[in-house]
């Protein structure tokens, strides 16, 4: 069974769940947090970002949520997530582009830093507004 190494609350991870999803490809989450720079991790992706996706059985490890998707765009056929000819991917790869960007920027880098940054490094509580303010985004 293919593996998602990643955390819930990365958005890249999150992008590669739901493109799995859609295609119907059977997968598990295994937790893996970036900063803790573990080297199980770094042997599988040195760059040390997730998400990473393996396949035990067959050694297959990919890197980069936008080379899995399309990794997997090409071995299934079913609901295909980029498009029929060049000009559709084109389209769909400035989207992508586009929405990694500004997902990034306005919800999953404020929402990592409140849930994850205050409670691991400073000990605080997050800040509510800050929530909801990236909620809204």
């Not at 490809?25 to 893996?32: C, G, K, R």
Request: aromatic share 14%; hydrophobic share 45%.
């Amino acid at each position: 069974m293919w593996q998602i190494h990643g955390y819930a609350l990365c958005a890249f991870t999150r992008k590669v769940r739901l493109g799995l999803a859609e295609k119907r490809v059977a997968f598990e989450l295994v937790e893996v947090f970036p900063w803790e720079n573990l080297p199980a991790f770094l042997a599988r992706n040195p760059a040390g970002f997730t998400p990473v996706v393996t396949e035990p059985d067959s050694r297959i490890v990919l890197a980069d949520s936008n080379a899995i998707l399309e990794y997997f765009d090409e071995i299934q056929e079913q609901a295909p997530l980029f498009g029929s000819g060049p000009a559709e991917r084109a389209e769909v790869r400035r989207l992508i582009a586009w929405f990694d960007q500004k997902f990034y920027a306005e919800v999953g880098l404020p929402y990592l830093q409140e849930r994850m940054w205050h409670r691991l490094f400073t000990h605080q509580a997050p800040d509510g507004t800050v929530l909801r303010h990236a909620h809204q985004a």
